[in-house]
């Protein structure tokens, strides 16, 4: 074969960079959540757990936190130990209660220099209200106050009981008696 015939390689063809090829979409494969760092039950774990209660977090926002139990252990540790529950109880009642009371006097504040609107501060102090109302019902509660007097005399009492008594003894004696002769009877 002559040189001149023989066949080159194929030209390599310039890509145009604006003309970029698309894939098909891959949805993004979720991020797996490895298993949470061990935990240890602790004096120390639990007033720490305890005192962000208090501070109105919930079991939801400690579970988020590093180094924390997972809402569902935190959940069946409730369940399961009656002295956790028992302060849990207590901080919710007496500590949630306090920092809703203080988050309502925070939204007062912004109310009055005018950095939050008077209808939305109205709706926020009601609803801090209800909730702290709901954790300690003694103290932020609605007060129900039933007021009445009740006269009770033993005399009263004895004299309509009397009053009763006479009134079946009439009727027995009112009653007529049927009296059967024995004696004609037996003939």
Not at 62 to 87: C, H, N, V, W
Request: glycine share 4%.
């Amino acid at each position: 074969m002559p040189a001149s015939k023989a066949k080159s390689p194929p030209a390599k063809r310039k890509q145009d960079k604006s003309k970029k090829t698309v894939s098909p979409k891959k949805k993004p494969t979720p991020k797996k959540r490895g298993p949470k760092t061990p935990w240890t039950k602790s004096p120390k774990l639990i007033d720490k757990i305890i005192s962000l209660i208090e501070t109105d977090h919930s079991f939801k926002d400690i579970a988020k936190i590093a180094g924390m139990p997972s809402y569902a252990t935190l959940l069946r540790l409730q369940g399961e130990d009656p002295d956790f529950a028992a302060r849990i109880a207590r901080a919710r009642e007496y500590g949630q209660a306090e920092a809703v009371v203080s988050a309502m006097i925070d939204v007062e504040k912004k109310l009055e220099t005018r950095k939050i609107d008077p209808q939305a501060a109205r709706v926020l102090i009601w609803s801090k209200q209800w909730r702290a109302g709901k954790m300690n019902q003694k103290r932020y509660g609605e007060k129900t106050q039933v007021e009445g007097t009740v006269e009770v005399s033993i005399a009263s009492i004895i004299e309509e009981v009397a009053a009763r008594r006479r009134e079946e003894m009439k009727t027995i004696e009112a009653r007529p008696v049927e009296v059967v002769d024995l004696d004609n009877k037996a003939r």
